[in-house]
């Protein structure tokens, strides 16, 4: 008696999904996405958009941040430094006025002391807001502003500062501290830098 294999494969898991980079959203879709959350009070999701801009941090490092990483005293700071997850090295960074603003409504809103969670989980399992349950929100996010949610997701967040600060300056140094990045080819890879990048930079530089 013989058997047959099946000439049927089962789909890949990937069919029908967009993958690899997630695109950085541009300055109109942050404001498109901060007027929104300001005109709906939505205070929590207000400081956990702004934080996430200018902190460029990892999902993982975000939402395990705690109120002391960013506040001194009672003032949230202007730069804070944390240890990231999965290079083990600090990382320092900037938080703007308008960040500042929406932590500290954030903070006083829900009564945080120093050692809570910044973004505390609604669910009781978790002590603070889970990467899945980030991934929601920002996927929240895009839809509301008509973008196409597949296409962006938290690493959107993180590349879109970024990702303005090379385009604007060209300086990838800065971009991999910023991104605490251990090697500049592995920015180079997480910006998408191409030839066309490299030579629109030195057509804008003269001697």
Same mark, same amino acid.
């Given at each position: 008696?013989?058997?047959?294999?099946?000439?049927?494969?089962?789909?890949?898991?990937?069919?029908?999904? !967009?993958?690899?980079?997630?695109?950085?959203?541009?300055?109109?879709?942050?404001? %498109?996405?901060?007027?929104?959350?300001?005109?709906?009070?939505?205070?929590?999701?207000? %400081?956990?958009?702004?934080?996430?801009?200018? *902190?460029?941090?990892?999902?993982?490092?975000l939402v395990s941040l705690r109120v002391c990483d960013v506040v001194h005293g009672e003032h949230v700071c202007s730069r804070a430094t944390v240890m990231q997850r999965k290079t083990h090295r600090p990382v320092q960074f900037e938080i703007t006025a308008p960040t500042r603003e929406s932590?500290?409504?954030?903070?006083?809103?829900?009564? !945080?002391?120093? *050692?809570?969670?910044?973004?505390? *989980?609604?669910? /009781?399992?978790?002590?603070?807001?889970?990467?899945?349950?980030?991934?929601? @929100?920002? /996927?929240?996010?895009?839809?509301? @502003?008509?973008?196409?949610?597949?296409?962006?997701?938290? /690493?959107?967040?993180?590349?879109?500062?970024? *990702?303005?600060?090379?385009?604007?300056?060209?300086? !990838?140094?800065?971009?991999?501290?910023?991104?605490? /990045?251990?090697?500049?080819?592995?920015?180079?890879?997480?910006?998408?830098?191409?030839?066309?990048?490299?030579?629109? @930079?030195?057509?804008?530089?003269?001697?």
């Amino acid at each position: 008696m013989t058997t047959t294999c099946s000439s049927q494969h089962p789909a890949p898991w990937n069919k029908g999904k !967009l993958t690899g980079q997630k695109a950085p959203l541009k300055p109109k879709d942050v404001w %498109a996405i901060r007027v929104r959350l300001q005109l709906r009070h939505q205070v929590r999701d207000l %400081a956990l958009f702004n934080l996430a801009i200018d *902190s460029k941090l990892r999902a993982c490092d975000l939402v395990s941040l705690r109120v002391c990483d960013v506040v001194h005293g009672e003032h949230v700071c202007s730069r804070a430094t944390v240890m990231q997850r999965k290079t083990h090295r600090p990382v320092q960074f900037e938080i703007t006025a308008p960040t500042r603003e929406s932590v500290d409504a954030w903070i006083r809103q829900a009564s !945080l002391k120093a *050692s809570d969670y910044l973004f505390s *989980s609604r669910i /009781h399992e978790s002590p603070h807001l889970s990467t899945r349950q980030y991934s929601r @929100i920002v /996927h929240r996010w895009i839809d509301d @502003i008509g973008l196409e949610a597949a296409a962006y997701g938290t /690493h959107s967040l993180r590349r879109t500062k970024a *990702s303005l600060i090379y385009r604007r300056t060209g300086n !990838l140094r800065a971009v991999q501290i910023l991104l605490g /990045h251990t090697k500049l080819e592995s920015t180079v890879r997480y910006l998408g830098i191409d030839v066309d990048d490299a030579l629109e @930079i030195a057509e804008q530089t003269e001697i």
